[in-house]
């Protein structure tokens, strides 16, 4: 499986999706595609034929607003047609612009307000190992979220639990809606925070598929603590006039030239 080609195939179906309605989440989406990628394509138990599966691994975006790149890896899966990523946000939709896993086959948690779903997913953690159907639970947080107060509540509790089945990314782009992290509330030295909550760290460069294999394997060869991998990211990665528009592409108009513009650019850089 030529999983590099399945990142450009997200990438171009994130921004037909976010396209379809001119305006969205276009940077934090980019950002996590190899992340999604590996998870949806190489580690995660599921089958898009049993969404339901009992003991199926499961995967919470607590970034909420990354809804879109969710959609589409979940539609490059197997588990709908591509056809309803074009109808994001619409009246009607199975997929509005943040999960709902009442709404789309395949979402595992319905995202809330930002530091929510990570609670959830540490809750998932506790019930699967609960019914010891030997099930990992994986969540992807967002850098600017990690300012929330329940982030760092249920790190705590997490590791009192010592939940060795989470494994968490954090997607760290470096930016939030109103600028860049450090001069907002600065998460430096990220690594040593979670560390000192008693988590497993690993930092990594989240565009790399390689790491992120290895970061993977390196947590779950590990039975006493949940684990944080820190995926240094680029936020709009893949397409220059997006990252260049930086912390401006948290949620960006994308006009139909626009959109065929970074598909070729896309295209041509596969």
Known sequence: MDLQKICEEIRVDILKCIGSIGVGHIG????????????????MN???KNPKMEGRDR???SKGHAGPAIYAALANRGYFSKDILLT???SGTSLPSHCDMNKTVGVDMTAGSLGQGFSCAIGMAIGSRLKKDNAYIYAIIG?????????????????QKKLSNLIAFCDYNKMQIDGNIEDINSLDPLDKKWES???NVIVIDGHDLGQIDNAILKAKSQKEKPTMIIANTIKGKGVKFI????????????????VEEAIAEIRRNA
Do not use: R
């Not at 300012?147 to 590791?159: P, S, T």
């Open 59 to 61: 995967l919470v975006c």
């Open 143 to 159: 850098d600017g979220e990690s300012q929330e107060g329940q982030i760092w509540e249920g790190a705590m509790y997490a590791a």
């Open 28 to 43: 934090g989406c980019l950002s996590i595609v190899e992340i999604l990628t590996e998870l949806y394509f190489k580690h």
């Open 88 to 90: 994001l946000n619409q």
């Open 197 to 199: 909550f008693g988590w």
């Open 243 to 258: 990252e260049n528009a930086g912390y401006g592409n948290h949620s960006m108009s994308l006009s139909k030239e626009q």
């Open 46 to 48: 599921i089958d898009p």
